[in-house]
């Protein structure tokens, strides 16, 4: 009995053979494979990190896209969506919003809608009246004014942080004083100048005034010009491209 188990010790105290040779294989194989190198990208020198966060300018909603005269300006930070017509000689200053999502908004010929307006139009106006947005030709809106579903005749000037509520009709050849609402539905004349809260008539315009009316309109239409050529092909804004460019190491 003694004898068989120190025979059985033994044996396995032995060291297998075979498994010895996979070992020693094994090791062998593990020492001989070379280490994998590390894949580093470097960048190129003249890439530049863009930011495509920026807003868009037209903006379609189904079958409707906004349409833009060929020489009318839109400023780049301008929103225009769904139902809007830009016609000829029109401009849309800095951070204007014209919303054609329901009904349509047209801006007629050398017309103007400058800074921070909002233009809205509602699917139904509730005095029945159109309710689409039509601010027709040589007509001058204000900054700050909020537009909805009201119409502007020919040759009128609506005053900054003006507010024209659904169905409000201004007839041609009027003006609105700075910080006017006008109520859903309200009509103001030909050739009389109205203002407060709500908007009430304040008198009858005189021959000369009612003629510096589109000449305003034509004036702001002459500055958007100086605008407008900034943004074509040829304009100088290779000069700040360069300059980006030389910042970055980048030969020009």
């Given at each position: 009995m003694a004898t068989s188990i120190a025979r059985f010790s033994r044996r396995a105290l032995t060291p297998n053979p075979i498994r010895r040779f996979f070992a020693t294989s094994a090791a062998l194989a593990t020492n001989a494979e070379a280490p994998k190198p590390k894949l580093t990208v470097s960048p190129s020198p003249d890439r530049a990190k863009w930011d495509?966060?920026?807003?868009?300018?037209?903006?379609?909603?189904?079958?409707?896209l906004p349409k833009v005269a060929v020489d009318a300006y839109v400023a780049p930070n301008v929103v225009l969506a769904g139902q809007v017509t830009v016609w000829d000689g029109s401009s849309v200053w800095n951070g204007a919003v014209l919303r054609g999502d329901l009904n349509k908004i047209t801006l007629g010929f050398c017309a103007n809608v400058q800074e921070r307006c909002v233009v809205h139009a509602a699917w139904s106006s509730p005095t029945g009246l159109p309710a689409e947005t039509l601010i027709d030709r040589y007509v001058t809106v204000g900054a700050y004014s909020l537009l909805r579903s009201c119409t502007i005749e020919p040759e009128c000037i609506i005053?900054?942080?003006?507010?024209?509520?659904?169905?409000?009709?201004?007839?041609?050849?009027?003006?609105l004083e700075a910080g006017s609402v006008v109520p859903p539905g309200r009509r103001i004349p030909s050739g009389e100048l109205w203002g407060g809260n709500p908007a009430r008539f304040i008198r009858t315009l005189t021959n000369e005034e009612?003629?510096?009316?589109?000449?305003?309109?034509?004036?702001i239409n002459h500055l958007s010009g100086d605008y407008f050529s900034e943004f074509l092909p040829y304009s100088t804004v290779y000069l700040e491209v360069e300059k980006f460019k030389k910042s970055l190491g980048i030969a020009v």
């Open positions: 495509y966060r920026g807003q868009r300018q037209i903006i379609p909603l189904g079958q409707w005053g900054q942080h003006s507010i024209l509520m659904e169905g409000s009709l201004v007839e041609t050849r009027s003006i009612t003629l510096e009316i589109p000449k305003l309109a034509v004036a």
